[in-house]
C-alpha cells in the first residue's frame, strides 16, 4: 500500500480531453461537477464507500486510523500488519481506499490528547459497521467503564444482558476493530490479569497503567 492516494481529478480531467476535446476552463469544470454527481449517484447504488487512512505515532507504536463518510471505523496496531488491514477494511467497507488528506486530523488530535493525559473521553463520531449483533452490544457499553477504572468480562457481560456468555465478551472484546477510543482494555479478567487484547498484552499494560496514573494523580 502506497503512501499517496492517485490524483482522482487529474485523471478525470485527462480522460475528459481526450474523449472531448475539451480544454481547461469553465466548460472543463462543468463536465468534471456532471461526472463526480454521477460516480457518487453510482457509488450510492452498489454501495461503493472511500475509507480514508493514517498512522499516528503512539506510546504503543504505530496506530493505522481508518474512517468513512460516517466516521472513524477502525484503528489498528502495527503488529497486525497495517497493509493487511487496509486490504480487509477495503473488501469488508469499500472499494477505495484513499490517504487521507485532512479527514483524520480531529481523530489524530484527540488520540495525542488521551496519550498527553489531557482527554478522558473521545467525541468522536464512530461508524459502527465493522461491529455486529452481540459484539456490538458489548462494544457500546464499553464507554461506561470509568477512565482509571476496569471491570472483569463477567461484568460486562451481565451488562450486556447476557450474564453467562463471558467468553463471547472476551471474543469480542479482542476483536473490537476500534480499540482504544472504544474501550475493550478497561476489560480484565475476574482475577485481575489482562486477558487478551488486539494489540497485545504489553499494549494493554500500558493503557491501564497510563489511565491509572494519571486517574490518581487527579485525586492527590
Not at 499517496?4 to 480544454?23: G, I
Not at 468522536?124 to 472483569?152: C, K, M, N, W
Request: glycine letters at 8%; proline letters at 5%; aromatic letters at 4%.
Amino acid at each position: 500500500m502506497t503512501d499517496t492516494a492517485p490524483d482522482v481529478d487529474t485523471a478525470v480531467q485527462h480522460r475528459l480531453v481526450v474523449a472531448t476535446d475539451t480544454e481547461p476552463g469553465p466548460d472543463l469544470d462543468a463536465h468534471l461537477d456532471l461526472l463526480r454527481g454521477r460516480l457518487a449517484d453510482q457509488a450510492a447504488v452498489v454501495g461503493t464507500v472511500d475509507v480514508f487512512w493514517r498512522t499516528v505515532p503512539s506510546p504503543v507504536g504505530l496506530l493505522l486510523l481508518c474512517a468513512t463518510d460516517v466516521g472513524l471505523v477502525r484503528v489498528a496496531f502495527d503488529i497486525e500488519d497495517h497493509d493487511a488491514v487496509l486490504d480487509r477494511v477495503a473488501e469488508q467497507v469499500g472499494s477505495r481506499v484513499l490517504r487521507s488528506g485532512r479527514q483524520l486530523d480531529e481523530v489524530a488530535v484527540e488520540i495525542d490528547q488521551y496519550f498527553a493525559g489531557r482527554r478522558r473521553d473521545f467525541d468522536l463520531v464512530l461508524d459502527r459497521r465493522l461491529s455486529r449483533g452481540f459484539q456490538r452490544t458489548v462494544l457500546e457499553h464499553l464507554p461506561e467503564i470509568p477512565y482509571g477504572e476496569t471491570a472483569s468480562y463477567a461484568r460486562v457481560a451481565t451488562a450486556s444482558g447476557s450474564p453467562r456468555a463471558v467468553r463471547a465478551v472476551g471474543t469480542a472484546c479482542a476483536t473490537n476493530p476500534l480499540p482504544v477510543v472504544v474501550p475493550c482494555h478497561r476489560v480484565v479478567r475476574s482475577d485481575g490479569t489482562p486477558g487478551r487484547y488486539r494489540g497485545g498484552e504489553a499494549a494493554k499494560a500500558v493503557l491501564l497503567g497510563l489511565e491509572s496514573q494519571l486517574s490518581a494523580g487527579a485525586r492527590s
